[in-house]
C-alpha cells in the first residue's frame, strides 16, 4: 500500500471519529452545544411529565383491548399532530382481549386460624370455578421440581411456586430474568402433574403487600386441563411458607373471575419526520403504549412512551434537521403477546424499509445510566468513542447486551438495536402492581430520559452506523 493512499485512509477514519467531538450539525453547534440544547429543554420545557399525567391519571391503564388503550391511541395521536411532524398515522394490529373480573380474593386456613393474602390473577389465566378453588397446598421453589415429585404428590394440590429474586444480582433484570419462566409457565407444568391451581411468589425486589401481575401461557395445553394461576405478595408468600412449615396440611383458597375474550382490533401509532438526506433510511425511538390493567403503567411503560414522543419534539425544538427519517412508535400490546412490535416489524420488511437503527425504552422512568446495544463490535466501539459526549450527564453504562421487547422484530444483521438504561433498583417494586403510578415518576428522572436518547438518536443520524459509512455521505 503506498502512503499516500493508507495517509488518505488514516485521515478518513481520523475524520469519522474525531468529526463527533469537533464537527458542526446545520444550526453550527457542536455535538457538545447540540446535546446541552437537549438536556437544557427537555429540563426546563419538556413534555414528557405532562403527557405522563394525562395518559396515567386521566387515562389510566391502558390493557390491550380495553377501552382505556383506545384512549390512549387516540391521546397520542393527537398530540404527535401537534408536534407538526410530517406524517402521524394508525397501524392496525389485532390483540388479545383478557378482563380481569372482579377483584380476586384468597386465604388460607391453618390450625383454625384463616389468614387473608394479597393475590391477583396472572394475565391470561383461566377463572377459578364457580365458588372459588380450595384444596392443600404443595410448595416448591420451582416448576422444575415438580417432575421429581411427581403426579402421586401433586394431584389435586394448589401448587405454591415460592421463588425469589435473587438479592445479590445488582442487575435487577437479571433477577427478574431468573424468576420470570415460574410465573410464566408454572401453571402449564403443574397441570401436568394434575394440580388444581398454581400461587406464584410476586416477582418484585421489595417485601410489601403489592401482588405483581404478568403474562402466562399454556403452551398447547387443551383448554379444558388449563389450570388458575394468581400472583401472591411478597410479604405473604413469607407468611404462608413459614405457616407451611408448622402445618403442611393446611386449606389455600382463592377465588379469580378472568376471561379470555376472541382477538379485537387495536394499532401501534406511528409519527416521523422525514430525512433529508436519506429519507429512507429509519431511525425509531418506541416504548409500548399498553400496560397492566392494576396501576396506571407509569413507569411500565408510559414513561417510555412519552420520552419517545419528546425525542422528536426535542429534536424539531433544536432546530436540527435529520439526514434520517425519524419514527417514534408506540407499540400496542407487549405485556401480553407482542403483537405491536412483531407487526411493525412485518410491515417494514414488507415495505422493503431500510432500518439501521431502533431504541427502546421500557425499564422505568428513573435516571438514565446509558444504554445497552445489539451490535457488531465494530459499531459498539464507534458507540464508545460518544461516551466523552455523556459523561458531563453522569452517563456512563455503554454496554453490549439485550435491547427491548418491542423492537426485537426489527433485528435482521443489520440493524442496530439499543434499550435506555435507567437505574434499575426500584423499578421491580412497582412492575405489574398497584403502585406503578405516576406519583412514583420524578419529574426529573424522566426529563433526563428523554434528553439523553435524544442524544444518542442525534449522534446516530448524524454520523451512521458503521465505523465508515457506506453512505454517499462519505463518497461525497
Request: hydrophobic share 35%.
Amino acid at each position: 500500500m503506498n502512503k499516500t493512499l493508507l495517509s488518505f485512509r488514516l485521515a478518513l477514519i481520523c475524520c469519522t471519529f474525531g468529526l463527533l467531538f469537533f464537527s458542526s450539525n446545520l444550526n453550527g453547534q457542536s455535538d457538545e452545544a447540540s446535546i446541552k440544547t437537549f438536556y437544557d429543554t427537555s429540563l426546563t420545557n419538556g413534555m414528557s411529565y405532562n403527557w405522563l399525567d394525562y395518559l396515567s391519571n386521566t387515562i389510566g391503564g391502558r390493557l390491550s383491548g380495553s377501552k382505556n388503550a383506545e384512549l390512549a391511541i387516540e391521546y397520542t395521536k393527537s398530540e404527535l399532530e401537534k408536534l407538526g411532524l410530517d406524517r402521524v398515522w394508525l397501524q392496525p394490529v389485532m390483540v388479545p382481549k383478557w378482563v380481569r373480573g372482579n377483584q380476586e380474593m384468597a386465604y388460607f386456613e391453618s390450625n383454625g386460624v384463616l389468614k387473608k393474602v394479597n393475590i391477583c390473577a396472572l394475565g391470561g389465566s383461566v377463572a377459578t370455578p364457580n365458588g372459588g378453588l380450595k384444596a392443600k397446598v404443595l410448595e416448591v421453589g420451582s416448576y422444575k421440581e415438580l417432575a421429581d415429585l411427581g403426579e402421586e404428590n401433586v394431584k389435586g394440590k394448589i401448587v405454591f411456586i415460592n421463588r425469589a429474586l435473587q438479592p445479590e444480582l445488582i442487575n435487577t433484570f437479571q433477577a427478574y430474568g431468573g424468576c420470570s419462566s415460574e410465573r410464566y409457565r408454572g401453571a402449564a407444568e403443574a397441570a401436568k402433574y394434575g394440580a388444581v391451581g398454581t400461587i406464584v411468589r410476586s416477582l418484585s425486589s421489595r417485601q410489601d403487600d403489592y401482588p405483581h401481575t404478568g403474562s402466562m401461557g399454556y403452551g398447547d395445553l387443551p383448554v379444558n386441563q388449563r389450570i388458575p394461576s394468581a400472583a401472591i405478595s411478597t410479604n405473604d408468600a413469607v407468611i404462608l411458607s413459614e405457616a407451611l412449615k408448622t402445618d403442611s396440611n393446611l386449606d389455600f383458597y382463592f377465588e379469580q373471575n378472568c376471561q379470555q375474550f376472541d382477538d379485537v382490533l387495536s394499532y401501534n401509532v406511528i409519527g416521523e419526520m422525514r430525512g433529508t438526506e436519506f429519507p429512507e433510511e429509519y431511525i425509531v425511538v418506541g416504548g409500548h403504549l399498553d400496560s397492566w390493567d392494576l396501576g396506571d403503567g407509569a413507569h411500565d411503560d408510559g414513561a417510555g412512551v412519552v420520552q419517545s414522543m419528546d425525542v422528536l419534539r426535542l429534536l424539531k425544538e433544536s432546530g436540527i434537521k435529520t439526514k434520517r427519517t425519524i419514527r417514534v412508535v408506540l407499540f400496542m400490546n407487549e405485556e401480553n403477546g407482542l403483537r405491536g412490535g412483531r407487526k411493525y416489524a412485518e410491515e417494514a420488511k414488507a415495505n422493503n424499509e431500510k432500518h439501521v437503527f431502533a431504541l427502546e425504552s421500557d425499564a422505568g422512568g428513573f435516571t438514565p445510566r446509558g444504554f445497552s446495544f445489539d451490535c457488531s463490535d465494530v459499531m459498539f466501539n464507534k458507540v464508545l468513542g460518544w461516551q466523552p459526549l455523556f459523561k458531563p450527564y453522569l452517563i456512563h453504562y455503554f454496554e453490549k447486551g439485550g435491547s427491548g421487547a418491542d423492537i426485537g422484530p426489527l433485528k435482521d444483521g443489520n440493524v442496530v438495536l439499543a434499550g435506555l438504561r435507567p437505574d434499575s433498583q426500584r423499578y421491580f417494586d412497582h412492575h405489574h402492581a398497584a403502585n406503578d403510578t405516576f406519583e412514583h415518576v420524578n419529574k426529573r428522572e424522566l426529563e433526563l430520559g428523554a434528553a439523553t436518547m435524544t442524544s444518542l438518536v442525534y449522534l446516530i443520524d448524524k454520523y451512521g452506523t458503521d465505523t465508515i459509512s457506506k453512505n454517499k455521505e462519505i463518497k461525497d
